[in-house]
């Protein structure tokens, strides 16, 4: 795994609007980078591909067993009018579209899993089209070694999915739903919303502010038309705690991502994926923080439902050297061993490796200067020679 310097495509930001990248700059910043990219072997790409398949089960195993346990779904936060609604997702296999696991690895060792993205993750679309764009110039452009290729099926495995969605599950009409002022998720919806189109399945956008509650319990659009089906790019402990959670169960929506995910996109996962798997090479040890936490020089403090790096802290011989403020931790926190990202210059490169249901479809590289995440990292593309 290497950084390598290399030209910029010529008038890439122009291309970047043409194909409606509204977000490659946020808030002044680049988001979006190209001066440089990483570089893997077959071998890496191989052997990421192997641990994200392998996680992705190990956590569905997770969710079978919390679905099963009181005592483990109140350890997770979820609240206990939904217990059924979860539950029953989960037991009726309702089908999921899409996950990204975040991954610690420098191209040697053992990759760890720092979290899991599993609800309402984003950096989708440049991960699968606007880095291939890349790919595709780059390789025309002779900037690119010969024969050198991407970690990248994430379109054509959306199109196929969304397909199996309309023909074996029933999927015959699609809403899609995101929050409004957000280019990020609004530019993310409208691709998964390409390729539902593409797959042949109809489909409508609204706002998740103007989803309605029909006089039978039903939730309906802004044109008063039954929600069957909903792509929400809204988080789950959102709407488990909300005042129309009440209704979820008898409103007859099939949710993607299904209610199941709230288990797995919670950092409640990660302790539990240490206990039911304990010295597992691609995990880090970690605990919930009320329980009895073994002394460790160095480890990070995660809220159960953090995001973009919120409220997380990281603790070296019982000092504080780096945190993130937001509104995230009277839930309740998870402790986990430090592991570091690797840092290539100043910047510090953490890899999301997708999955399109669960087959693992591609990796997408973002680099921050600060040793936590956050959301004004900046995204670089990869390729892979072998």
Known sequence: MERIAISERPGWREKATEFGFRFHTMHGEPYWCEDAYYQFTL??????????????????QVVEKVVNSEALLTKFRIPKHTWDFVRDSWRQRQPSLYSRLDLAWDGKGEVKLLENNADTPTSLYEAAFFQWLWLEDQLNAGQLPAGSD????????????FADLHQQHGFNWLHFACCRDTDED????????????????????LYIDEIGLGEKGEFT????QVIS???KLYPWEFMLREMFSTKLGDAGVRWLEPAWKSIISNKALLPMLWEMFPNHPNLLPAWFAEDDVPPMEKYVVKPLFSREGANIRIVENGQEIARVDGPYG???????????????????????????DDQPAGIGLREDRDLITQDLSRFYPHAFIG
């Open 43 to 60: 071998a890496q790409i191989e052997h990421l591909e192997e641990v994200t398949a392998e996680l992705h089960q190990m956590c569905l």
């Open 186 to 205: 609004r530019g993310t919806v409208q691709y998964l919303q390409d390729c539902a189109t593409e797959a042949g399945l109809p489909s409508e956008f």
């Open 150 to 161: 991407q970690f990248n099926s994430l379109q054509e495995k959306l199109i196929e999915r």
């Open 229 to 231: 089906n909903l792509f």
């Open 221 to 224: 659009d802004a044109q008063d």
């Open 330 to 356: 009277e839930e309740g926190m998870i402790v986990q061993q430090f592991h570091p990202l690797p840092k290539f210059g100043d910047s510090y490169t953490l890899i999301g490796s997708w999955l399109i």
